[in-house]
């Protein structure tokens, strides 16, 4: 089925991305390691003060990743309706982010501080972001770039 209705501005795509991020509670994160090898997986997350909170151990492939490299894609599920995000992350542990700790678990219904000392923070601040509705808005899908919106 083919979507015919006409493409979003992109400030509709920006407000429906910010809605997206209110709304999700699973979203897909992407990293490698040093030798390039890939991990994908998904993740609760919460968008917190213009950045997406993620919370996994240190000690998984991901939490490595995240830690020694720093870049991170973070993708929505749906292929007709695209959001990629290209970020840059940081690493707190469990007791340095109380802010981003209260809104995760208020939305999740998780609080990874009481589980296991293994688990960190990691702040994921966009670089890039692209949306797009399959093929007919594949012009103009580039809405953040050097971690500003554009138009």
């Known amino acids: 089925m083919t979507n015919t209705a006409p493409p979003r501005d992109s400030g509709r795509r920006r407000q429906d991305v910010l809605d997206r991020l209110e709304g999700e509670l699973d ?22 003060e213009e950045s997406v909170w993620l919370c996994t151990r240190l000690t998984n492939p ?30 707190f542990g469990l007791r340095e982010a109380p802010a981003a700790a209260e809104a995760f678990t ?18 994921v601040r966009p670089i890039a972001v692209q949306a797009w509705h399959e093929e007919r808005e ?9 971690g500003a919106w554009t138009g």
Do not use: Q
């Open 27 to 48: 979203i897909w994160v992407a990293t490698a390691d040093a030798a390039g090898v890939p991990c994908l997986v998904p993740l609760w997350f919460v968008w917190h």
């Open 62 to 91: 991901t939490g490595r990743n995240l830690r020694g490299g720093g870049r991170v894609r973070l993708a929505f599920g749906h292929t007709r309706n695209v959001v990629l995000i290209d970020g840059e992350a940081e690493t």
């Open 106 to 123: 208020a939305k999740t219904g998780w609080d990874p501080r009481g589980d296991s000392v293994s688990y960190a923070w990691f702040r």
């Open 138 to 146: 594949l012009t103009g899908r580039h809405i953040m770039r050097d």
